[in-house]
């Protein structure tokens, strides 16, 4: 009986289709400098082949190195079939269409608990410490609002201190 309301949020926000609009205006595009970043929530059928590419490999330049250090190792089928995996959402900023920072994530149950799982967070090169990191955890906060959830959860390889770094600065233990 206890699960049945938390599951039942985690549920509410699986079922939801457009989850920017249900956003404040602030998030729908952002700004740095006199560029604009276009905002956009997909599900994996929503992302078009280039897209996906570009996803994946901003993923692979980004993470392979600290995968091949750990005990599983990198496979880029086994990332792509847990980024493309129907209950998968992509938080996405493009930039004159093309990708220029995601957030992989979830609407999810874990250990008991409602929670957003976020998987993922890249950025372009030339688009890091512009405060779009910050930005994507920001609309995750919205969605967790939105939807009533406990919390955001995540998880972070030790040797990636910036990471690390940033998630605690902006309040995660």
């Known amino acids: 009986m206890r699960l049945q309301r938390p599951k ?14 249900l956003c404040s205006n602030k998030y729908q595009r952002v700004f740095r400098g006199k560029e604009e970043l276009k905002v ?34 990198w496979s880029r089928s086994d990332k792509e079939d847990e980024m493309f995996d129907p209950c998968s959402r992509h938080l996405i900023l493009f930039h004159n269409n093309h990708v220029a920072a995601f957030s992989h994530f979830r609407f999810d149950m874990d250990y008991g608990v409602d929670v957003i799982y976020c998987y993922e967070i890249h950025i372009q090169s030339n688009w890091q410490r512009k405060g779009l990191g910050r930005f ?9 609002c939105l939807f009533s959830l406990t919390k955001i959860v995540l998880t972070v390889f030790k040797s990636n201190s910036a990471a690390i770094d940033f998630y605690t600065k902006i309040g995660f233990r």
Request: net charge negative; hydrophobic share 35%.
């Open 8 to 21: 039942r949020r985690v549920q509410n926000a699986n079922d939801a289709k457009d989850l920017m609009s």
């Open 40 to 73: 956009e929530c997909l599900r994996p059928d929503e992302i078009n082949e280039t897209h996906k590419l570009e996803l994946m490999d901003l993923l692979e330049s980004n993470m392979k190195e600290s995968y091949d250090l750990s005990p599983k190792g």
């Open 136 to 144: 994507l955890m920001e609309i995750l906060e919205q969605f967790l």
